[in-house]
């Protein structure tokens, strides 16, 4: 029997042999299992260091200080367990990085044979390129990791303190935007608990990592300001051991923010890979608090035995041009689309910016650049803020994407552009977007480049028909009687003076000339649906669930988006900024949100025949391009289920018993307080959802009809045609006019008769 003390320790030589062994044993178990075979977290429990002990196939490793394994002295200057000892003031003060980036680290990587240090090119002993960004708006060879779009989960993020839940490390994502109420679930910033120099917020990547800069924003917030000024950076391989960014002179401290919202990039003067990255505010705002917002710009390193990133990694066998385009690009782009399929595209444009830049579309049909009598015209349309840049990219994805399937037979694609008139205007503000663009991706903040040159919100723009309509609805004995539909621009809207932007004119115009069925704009900073009415009826609600009489319809069309898009719908999705719309499937109505009077969507729908929602397609407005191959494959199925869309519910035409095509007639749904219009051609579309419906048709000087039409689950309109004939008094006012309004009188003929034979006897 084995010898126990008092407290229960093993003491005599027999026992201490046995658990040598014991832990022995365990140590060729926990070998026994492959790597490649086990989870994630069981790594990290069976070798904490197991990212630089298994380094990638035929590589030398190099860490950011030394070789694993190797025994050096660490100097006290760069590596910090925990800090026991107050900075002298000299140390608080923010100190400028050495010009040019030519500040180095005291012990940088030993240069071995065929491997380059230079931030262009850093090449491993293999001989293997690492990753390279061709993004020239960040100014490194490395992308963002991921904070502002979410790739980096809340359990990546960790902070030294916070002031509360809604201010924790979870919340320090570059752009995340706070609630109109604070002290909630959802803050703008990371803020710690305590102003001190001893407080960092820490990203840990899962994986080595080529650390190449930092950017940093103050505190999201209506009421208060808070911006971090000076910081130091330090990395880690454990969380452990930590190693300061150092030059000749010392820690390099970081200027950091001189207000809340315009990010401020620092390049790190030498490439560090690790791990861990931390970042420890040294100085703040003098009436605020430490608070920050931050991205970090970063190559992971191969990793093949990192089964949480094999996992993960996404994407996609479309052969696209991958990359951010500027106006003149954009025009290329489009000019090499139209030269690949010439008989399915054409190039137009709707008129000017203020600046002057031609707002230009793409058409693609069978038959471009004419309506054919029965097929549905699509639209999606961007940009309407012009720092809301994915919207653009994937509409211009969209177009080559169409080109290159319609070339290989895709049967799907091939349908849908026979039997649809589809419109892809990519940017409706190109002069915002040359702003964003010109600051670059990450760097414009929450607002550049939102408006036009002249300051105005396109979104917002179009004309108030929801008041005008509501009135006369509430004054039922009102003279001014308001139609459901194609309620007129009020006056005022048209005149010179009014405060409407050249590019609304032009959409409005264009909105106006083509007969479109259904459309989405495409918008950015959020991931949702938004359908209208984007404006509450009460005058005292600023949120209030507003639905339109086709409600339904338009849920429907939302839910085929969202529940088709890969991360819409995923109730494990974390929330962009302070709103989870996981209880509507993704999708919202536009008021219950936020009350808009002038959107685009409300006006389409109560001026001309078009259902218009909002299409919110990712939380970053203005994604670095190497994330774009991942959004497309994100938003790819919804964009084509959304334009399928369009064939769902009935379509006819609307013609007199000689055949003739009878414009302007009304088609009503019973039950469904909204009508729609005929085109020029006599024909029309009505979206519904599957049912059984009383459809009625009226025009001026025609009688009326009904008829029983049944939408089916299946694609495909129903077709519901109408003969309508002309009433007894429209017969009359032809006559009439034939005759140039003169009366035809029986009496008065037959004594012109009997006249004429007189007449010849004289």
């Not at 920050?292 to 390193?301: H, K, Q, V, Y």
């Not at 929602?613 to 084509?640: A, F, M």
């Amino acid at each position: 029997m084995i010898a126990l003390s008092k407290k229960g320790s093993c003491s005599s030589p027999l026992c201490i042999a046995l658990c040598a062994f014991g832990l022995v044993l365990l140590g060729d178990v926990s070998q026994a299992v492959p790597m490649d075979d086990q989870d994630y977290y069981l790594q990290e429990i069976s070798n904490r260091d197991h990212y630089y002990s298994f380094p990638y196939p035929g590589e030398e490793f190099f860490p950011f200080t030394e070789q694993p394994g190797e025994e050096g002295p660490v100097h006290p200057a760069e590596t910090e367990e925990h800090p026991g000892s107050k900075p002298s003031r000299k140390e608080l003060k923010p100190k400028k990085s050495s010009k040019k980036g030519k500040s180095i680290l005291e012990t940088p990587p030993e240069k071995k044979k065929g491997e380059k240090n230079k931030r262009g090119n850093e090449v491993m002993p293999d001989g293997d390129s690492q990753i390279q960004s061709a993004d020239e708006d960040i100014r490194g060879n490395c992308p963002p990791l991921g904070l502002e779009t979410l790739k980096i989960t809340d359990f990546q993020l960790h902070a030294s303190t916070a002031k509360r839940y809604g201010l924790g490390a979870h919340r320090g994502r570059l752009n995340i935007q706070a609630g109109v109420n604070e002290n909630d679930f959802y803050d703008g910033a990371w803020c710690a608990g305590r102003n001190d120099p001893y407080q960092w917020i820490e990203v840990d990547a899962r994986r080595l990592t080529k650390f190449t800069g930092v950017i940093t924003q103050g505190r999201n917030s209506l009421w208060s300001s808070n911006w971090v000024t000076s910081y130091r950076v330090l990395v880690s391989n454990d969380s452990h051991a930590w190693t300061a960014v150092r030059n000749e002179s010392g820690d390099v401290i970081f200027e950091g923010n001189s207000e809340k919202e315009i990010p401020v990039l620092n390049m790190l003067p030498v490439p560090l890979v690790a791990r861990y990255i931390r970042i420890n505010p040294r100085s703040w705002f003098e009436e605020g608090s430490i608070c920050m917002r931050l991205e970090i710009l970063g190559c992971p390193l191969p990793d093949p035995n990192n089964y949480y990133h094999r996992r993960n990694e996404m994407t996609t066998t479309d052969n696209l041009d991958f990359k951010h385009h500027n106006y003149k690009e954009m025009r290329q782009l489009m000019k090499t689309v139209n030269k690949m399929c010439p008989n399915i595209t054409r190039i137009y444009n709707i008129g000017k910016s203020h600046q002057g830049l031609k707002l230009y579309a793409v058409e693609i049909s069978d038959n471009p650049g004419e309506h054919e009598v029965g097929e549905p015209e699509f639209r999606y349309i961007a940009g309407a803020h012009g720092n809301e840049v994915l919207g653009r990219e994937l509409i211009l994805l969209l177009m080559q994407f169409m080109c290159q399937e319609y070339l290989a037979g895709n049967p799907r694609i091939v349908h849908l552009i026979e039997d649809t008139r589809i419109h892809l205007l990519p940017s409706i503000n190109p002069d915002g977007y040359d702003k964003a663009y010109k600051a670059g991706s990450e760097l414009g903040g929450w607002s550049l480049g939102r408006w036009t040159q002249d300051g105005i919100d396109i979104n917002n723009n179009f004309p108030d028909l929801n008041s005008l309509l509501w009135e006369s609805e509430d004054q039922k004995k009102s003279k001014r009687k308001v139609p459901n539909h194609h309620i007129p621009i009020p006056d005022w809207y048209l005149s010179e003076n009014a405060t409407v932007a050249v590019e609304t004119r032009a959409i409005i115009a264009w909105m106006e000339k083509i007969p479109f069925v259904l459309g989405g704009n495409l918008q950015g900073g959020e991931l949702v649906v938004a359908y209208p009415y984007d404006m509450v009826r009460s005058m005292w609600k600023t949120q209030d669930y507003t639905p339109t009489p086709d409600d339904h319809v338009f849920r429907w069309l939302a839910y085929s988006y969202a529940s088709t898009h890969r991360l819409m719908t995923d109730a494990r999705r974390r929330a962009c900024h302070t709103e989870d719309f996981q209880k509507e499937d993704g999708t919202v109505n536009g008021a219950s949100w936020h009350t808009v009077a002038g959107s685009i969507n409300d006006f389409s729908y109560l001026h001309t025949n078009c259902f218009e929602l909002s299409i919110y397609v990712g939380c970053d407005k203005y994604p670095h391009e190497s994330e774009l191959p991942e959004e497309w494959e994100n938003n790819r199925e919804s964009l084509i289920v959304f334009m399928e869309q369009v064939h769902r519910g009935i379509k006819g035409i609307v013609k007199d018993v000689h055949g003739k095509a009878i414009p302007n007639a009304v088609i009503s749904v019973e039950g469904v307080n909204h009508d729609v219009r005929t085109g020029a051609d006599g024909d029309y579309w009505r979206l519904l959802n599957p049912g059984e419906y009383v459809v009625g048709v009226k025009a001026e000087g025609y009688t009326s009809a009904t008829k029983t039409c049944e939408v089916g689950y299946d694609m495909g309109a129903t077709q519901c045609d109408f003969t309508i004939s002309k009433t007894n008094l429209a017969r009359i006012k032809e006559i009439m006019k034939k005759f140039g309004k003169q009366p035809i009188s029986t009496s008065i003929r037959r004594l012109r008769q009997r006249s004429r034979p007189w007449r010849q006897q004289r």
